[in-house]
């Protein structure tokens, strides 16, 4: 059986790349991110000694992001998590946020973005190279991301959702809620992933509980909370391959999911069939919502997450027809195969 056991914690930035600074100038983003980092690892080593806890850094060095994700692939760690402080100019601007890779430029998401990519400039000259002639404050350069599949999609979102529920009971309340942007450092990571933002270095208020090193600790322990959580529903539903957590499904097409076997089974499917799955979200949406784009979709629950999907194609071929259109609203949309119920990996 697989299980969780290796975790990638990556301190935002270090050394030379102070990352956001206080108003004042004199508390920085890297001492802030290092700190909470650190006891975060801590938590999970003294809670979970069979899991091998890895740091991109663990002291005030500069690392480069490239550097980073490679320390993650290498290593074939299960989870990353990187962790970092948010600023912005506008002062009100406040809360926690956690991102997982995504294209999406076209919200504000985009500030953060560009401001948590643009350390690669301090890389040296060769950073065009090594990143694939990316320019991380030219907004054209990120039409490289819009290409992007992200296998690991679903449980990083997992992982978001879990880490933003348990900030609710933090010392930062207002959850600005789990965005999808092109951040370099999780672009090429080959496992789930995550970067949260704990706060906004520039808001006087969010600034008081991030100065204050007894809050470090209370961020560890949320997200130490949120990976506990996602540990146990990655070891019980990912571990063979089937998503076997798979809950529900709205009535009315076709397949529906229960929780467990006891319950009684009003109507199930055995046949396979296919569904293009457009997005995963941690909440029911409208059905005119306009994420949906117009298009009639079904969701099915599968842990916290609202797996969202367009049709119901008896053969791979007529799904793979139509995921040519529907990729051109949803350019992340891909073809999934249900089975007696539930959500089967396409590579089985
Ligand atoms: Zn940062």
């Known amino acids: 059986m697989v299980v969780l056991k290796k975790v990638v914690i990556d301190p935002g930035h270090g050394g030379a790349d102070p990352g956001a600074l206080s108003a004042d100038k004199k508390v920085k983003e890297k001492d802030i991110t290092l700190s909470v980092s650190l006891k975060l690892g801590d938590l999970i080593k003294r809670n979970y000694p069979g899991i091998e806890v890895i740091y991109t850094r663990k002291t005030d060095v500069f690392v480069a ?47 953060v973005t560009m401001l948590e990519n643009s350390v690669i400039m301090m890389e040296g000259e060769d950073y065009a190279t090594r990143y694939e002639g990316f ?40 959850s600005r809620g789990i965005k999808q942007g092109p951040l370099l450092v999780l672009w090429k990571t080959s496992m789930p992933s995550v970067l949260i933002e704990l706060g906004f270095i520039s808001n006087p208020l969010d600034f008081k509980i991030l100065n204050n090193r007894a809050n470090h600790d209370k961020f560890a322990a949320l997200i130490f909370n949120a990976f506990k959580e996602y540990k146990q529903i990655y070891d019980k539903d990912y571990s063979n391959g089937r998503d076997t957590a798979a809950k529900e499904v709205i009535p009315g097409n076709g397949v529906q999911l229960f929780p467990d076997s006891n319950k009684k089974v009003v109507k199930q499917q055995s046949e396979t069939h296919y569904r293009i799955q457009i997005m995963a979200v941690n909440k029911v949406l409208r059905s005119n919502s306009p994420d949906l784009k117009g298009r009639d979709a079904n969701y099915i629950k599968v842990g916290n997450l609202y797996k969202y999907t367009i049709g119901e194609y008896p053969s791979i071929n007529m799904a793979k027809e139509d995921l040519v259109s529907v990729r051109r609203d949803f350019p992340q949309a891909f073809i999934i195969v249900v089975r007696d119920g539930t959500i089967i990996p396409l590579n089985k």
Not at 89 to 106: I, P
Not at 151 to 167: C, G, I, N
């Open 65 to 111: 992001l490239d550097k980073r994700t490679e320390i993650a692939n290498k290593n074939k760690a299960d989870l990353f998590i990187s962790i970092h402080v948010n600023a912005a100019v506008a002062r009100a601007a406040t809360g926690s946020e956690t991102f997982v890779m995504g294209a999406d430029k076209s919200s504000s998401n985009f500030e």
């Open 135 to 174: 320019e991380p404050n030219n907004p054209e350069s990120y039409i490289i991301f819009t290409l992007l599949q992200n296998a690991h999609l679903e449980q990083s979102l997992e992982m978001a959702s879990l880490v933003q529920k348990h900030f609710n009971n933090g010392p930062i309340k207002v």
